[in-house]
């Protein structure tokens, strides 16, 4: 309750304090009826009613910026000149010269008096709104005032519209002109000597490619792709022809053809063996022969000195 | 590159005389490649007079006597080459048989004529292996020739000059 009066109660130092404070910031607060205590009378403002935003508090945003900027690279400037120049050692930061406590001095004084010269723009700004606000009660003024409004509303309007037609200029000039100069830039560079210093085995080893596959869904994959397209798209003909290249069909049939006439000429020789045997045998017991051995097979080569009785 | 033999008992048999049975078999098949042969020279003399005569075509039949001794002479003809060069005639290749001297060599052309002879005029003469103890036929006997199991053999040694 106290924070809400005193900052409606100062409002343009709560103002000022915004900027500076973002816990106090720009929030909206709820809606809330005057409240009077015994010693002042506290009226809450609506968010409609509440301090326009003013031309000082962007200007300090702007001054802000620009000094932060200046700082960072004269300090940036102040590192490299340090650090890369030739000839002389890095500096005692724990004891600079006066020159450069100077400049830090005149750092901060420029910070302060920026600050107070916004801060005065400010309540210039905003007494001047007020009196405007003021001003506006009184029926003659008002009149004339809302003329003004009409007015610069009007003009304002006109120059919203041509802002907007001009920044979408801007954005399709921007659109077509950024693929260009990295177009330009693309065709500059040489990729295979970017390539080159790519040291490729090296990223790899660093890839875990089991991980990687555990990522990834193969059923949903394949179920994505069309095979029939892909198979309209193959040409078979010389994929089967290459194939029938390499493989010997005729080989093949005649090896297992082969095989199996083999098979049923051996059966049938074979039989005809054993027949030769037991017709031998039948023959011997006819001549009362016993054990006579017809068939000195066992030796696949033929004695040359064998004689035939 | 020979043959690989499966069965364990033919392989074991190979290079044992043939019997009664194997041989048979193979001369009735011999019997029946000849009948083709003497066919095809029949449809032959036919074409050719047909070309040349223009008439019809027709399949000369010729007399007995002259059917029986153009086969008996298309037999001996057949066998001698057959058992002269490779010891195979189609009957003994088809049972696997192979016709060699008594040294285990290729026959000489004069070896095969009269086996060849022989086997035309007195075919019966194979009953003798019954009889044999080796398997051996009378004209085997006679002329120094064996029949013997072989599957496999690619290179027959040739008879001495």
């Known amino acids: 309750m106290r924070i809400t009066e005193l900052k409606s109660t100062k409002l343009t130092g709560a103002f000022v304090n915004q900027w500076h404070d973002p816990s106090a910031g720009l929030q909206e607060s709820p809606p809330m009826p005057d409240l009077t205590t015994h010693s002042v009378r506290v009226r809450t403002v609506s968010q409609r009613e509440q301090a326009p935003a003013t031309i000082s508090a962007a200007a300090q945003r702007a001054s802000d910026l620009g000094l932060g900027a200046v700082t960072l690279s004269t300090k940036a400037i102040g590192d490299l000149l340090d650090r890369y120049w030739p000839g002389e050692g890095p500096p005692n930061r724990a004891n600079p010269s006066i020159a450069r406590r100077l400049a830090r001095a005149a750092t901060g004084m420029a910070l302060v008096t920026e600050r107070r010269v916004f801060a005065t723009g400010t309540a210039v700004e905003q007494g001047a709104q007020r009196a405007l606000e003021t001003a506006r009660r009184v029926p003659l003024i008002r009149d004339v005032l809302v003329g003004i409004d009409a007015s610069l509303d009007r003009w304002a309007g006109h120059a919203d519209i041509e802002t907007a037609r001009r920044e979408q200029a801007v954005s399709a000039f921007v659109i077509q002109l950024v693929p260009a100069i990295i177009d330009g830039v693309l065709e500059r560079i040489d990729i295979n000597s970017v390539l080159d210093r790519v040291d490729l085995d090296r990223l790899l080893d660093q890839v875990d490619i089991d991980r990687l596959l555990e990522h990834i869904d193969i059923d949903r994959m394949m179920s994505r792709i069309d095979l029939d397209a892909l198979m309209q798209r193959i040409e078979l003909g010389p994929i089967v022809s290459d194939v029938l290249d390499d493989v010997d069909i005729g080989g093949i049939v005649r090896e297992s053809t082969g095989s199996i006439t083999g098979d049923a000429v051996d059966s049938a020789r074979l039989t005809a063996m054993r027949l030769d045997g037991f017709v031998g045998r039948v023959a011997d017991r006819i001549l009362l022969r016993g054990g006579t051995d017809r068939n000195p097979a066992s030796n696949p080569a033929p004695n040359p000195n064998e004689a035939e009785t | ?161």
């Open chain 2, 1 to 161: 590159m020979a043959r690989t033999i499966r069965n364990d008992q033919a392989a074991a048999l190979q290079g044992g005389r043939a019997g009664f049975v194997s041989r048979v078999i193979a001369d009735a098949i011999d019997l029946v490649v000849v009948e083709v042969i003497f066919l095809a020279i029949l449809l032959g003399v036919g074409t050719v007079r047909f070309l040349l005569t223009r008439r019809n075509f027709s399949v000369a039949a010729p007399d007995l006597w002259v059917t029986a001794v153009a086969q008996w002479l298309i037999l001996v003809i057949y066998l001698t080459t057959t058992w002269s060069s490779t010891g195979r005639s189609v009957g003994k290749s088809v049972l696997g048989l192979r016709v060699l001297d008594r040294a285990g060599r290729q026959l000489t052309t004069l070896r095969a004529f009269l086996r060849a002879v022989f086997c035309a005029v007195f075919y019966p003469t194979l009953l003798w292996i019954f009889v044999s103890r080796r398997n051996a036929a009378l004209h085997d006997i006679l002329l120094g020739t064996q029949v013997r199991y072989d599957w496999t053999t690619t290179h027959v040694v040739p008879p001495p000059t």
